[in-house]
């Protein structure tokens, strides 16, 4: 009769239903986390000596491994896109399509990919071993709160600097598609750089510049969270690393996803056709 019972539990529509639950419970513990983090930062601002060394490792340290991302960005696209556009005779034009291309979205994108990466993965690696040696604790017993202490000034620091490194990213990405389209490809600079500013307005630089904004703070809440969710051990450390990669990189698409529908309507709102 048990047997019968535990077989009954473990159909496929009870597997979806199992992950779904688990789902919703993991996306409540994260906004609950996040908006406690919030709470703390209203009300104890973080101290320079504490938020420099963190906005140290996460801006100038990412900065590398963000100039070669973006600079191969830019010679991709203009590789990808030139047969095309050269079948159309509107080689001239290559310019507007890498250049929307890149800080609408792939630089933002890519960028964020990069710091989830190098600096998620990181972090929660850290506050991991923080927690499974009982540092999180101690930090607790002491009075201070570990949310506050440990958690705040690292969003803090990807809030503030991910729009920075897009902007390098982007700014890489449109240098090397320029200078890669004009020395193999032979394109004349003058209608690169006029279809450029014909189709790249302030606001595909304000959409990608938006978008980063909550790639970061996603970034980082994720990461911070599953430190310290770590289970004990190193395999516990490794796991809470690999969990803060592939949940930011599945946030940042659906992110992406979300605020690129809104961010189009809203264009249509505030300029009708």
Avoid at 84 to 96: I, V
Avoid at 135 to 147: E, K, M
Avoid at 206 to 212: A, R, V
Avoid at 223 to 251: I, M, N, P
């Amino acid at each position: 009769m048990s047997q019968t019972s535990a077989a009954s539990w473990n159909t496929p529509v009870h597997a979806l239903g199992r992950v779904v639950w688990e789902m919703s419970c993991l996306l409540g513990d994260l906004t609950c986390f996040g908006f406690r983090m919030l709470g703390w930062l209203t009300i104890r601002f973080p101290r320079g000596r504490t938020l420099l060394p963190i906005m140290h490792q996460i801006g100038v340290e990412s900065l590398p491994v963000i100039i070669v991302t973006g600079g191969f960005i830019g010679m991709v696209l203009a590789v990808q896109s030139y047969d095309q556009f050269k079948m159309m005779h509107m080689e001239n034009q290559l310019g507007a399509v890498i250049n929307v291309t890149l800080v609408k979205e792939l630089g933002p994108v890519l960028a964020a990919v990069m710091l989830a990466g190098r600096i998620g993965s990181s972090m929660a690696a850290e506050l991991g071993t923080m927690r499974v040696t009982e540092q999180i604790d101690a930090l607790a017993a002491l009075g201070a709160d570990p949310i506050a202490y440990l958690v705040g000034p690292r969003f803090l620091a990807c809030f503030l600097l991910i729009p920075v490194l897009t902007i390098f990213a982007d700014g890489v990405g449109v240098l090397t598609g320029w200078a890669f389209s004009t020395t193999v490809f032979g394109i004349d600079s003058f209608p690169y750089w006029h279809f450029t500013k014909k189709f790249v307005t302030g606001w595909e630089l304000f959409t990608g510049l938006f978008k980063s904004v909550f790639f970061g703070a996603a970034i980082a809440v994720i990461a911070c969270h599953r430190g310290f969710h770590a289970r004990a051990g190193a395999e516990g450390v490794g796991r809470a690393a690999t969990e803060a990669f592939v949940y930011s990189f599945v946030a940042i698409l659906v992110v992406d996803f979300l605020l690129g529908a809104f961010l189009m309507k809203m264009y249509f709102v505030l300029w009708p056709m």
